[in-house]
C-alpha cells in the first residue's frame, strides 16, 4: 500500500496549512489512519489518529483545539487540518495506515508514508 502525503510548505506562526494523504493499493480497505511527525533532533511522536469510520479520532496534546483529522473514504484520503501553527509544530509529518479499521495508543501502524515537510517560522 502506498501513502502519499502533500500540502506541506512554510507557513507564518499562526498560519494554517492542510496536509493530505492519498491511499492507494488493493489492500486499502477499512483501515484505521492517522499522522505521526518527527522534529530534528527528536523521537517521532503520535499527532492524530481517526477510525475508518471516523467515529474515533484521537489527538496529542499539543495540538489538541489546533489540529483536526478528517477521511473521505470514496477518495481514500485523509487530512490534517492545522491551525494555528506554531514554530514548535515544525516538523516531517507521516500519514500512517493501519489493516484494523480501529486502532488504540498500542497500534503497531502498518504502512507509513515517505513524509512532508512543514515548517512554522517568520
Known amino acids: 500500500e502506498d501513502l502519499v502525503e502533500s500540502g506541506g510548505g512554510l507557513v507564518q506562526p499562526g498560519g494554517s496549512l492542510r496536509l493530505s494523504c492519498a491511499a492507494s493499493g488493493r489492500t486499502y480497505g477499512r483501515s484505521a489512519m492517522g499522522w505521526f511527525r518527527q522534529a530534528p533532533g527528536k523521537e517521532r511522536e503520535f499527532v492524530a489518529a481517526s477510525s475508518w469510520s471516523g467515529s474515533t479520532t484521537s489527538y496529542a496534546d499539543s495540538v489538541k483545539g489546533r489540529f483536526t483529522i478528517s477521511r473521505d473514504n470514496a477518495k481514500n484520503t485523509v487530512y490534517l487540518q492545522m491551525n494555528s501553527l506554531k514554530p514548535e509544530d515544525t516538523a516531517v509529518y507521516y500519514c500512517?495506515?493501519?489493516?484494523?479499521?480501529?486502532?488504540?495508543?498500542?497500534?503497531?501502524?502498518?504502512?507509513w508514508g515517505q513524509g512532508t515537510q512543514v515548517t512554522v517560522s517568520a
Open positions: 500512517v495506515a493501519d489493516r484494523l479499521a480501529s486502532y488504540t495508543p498500542r497500534t503497531d501502524w502498518d504502512y
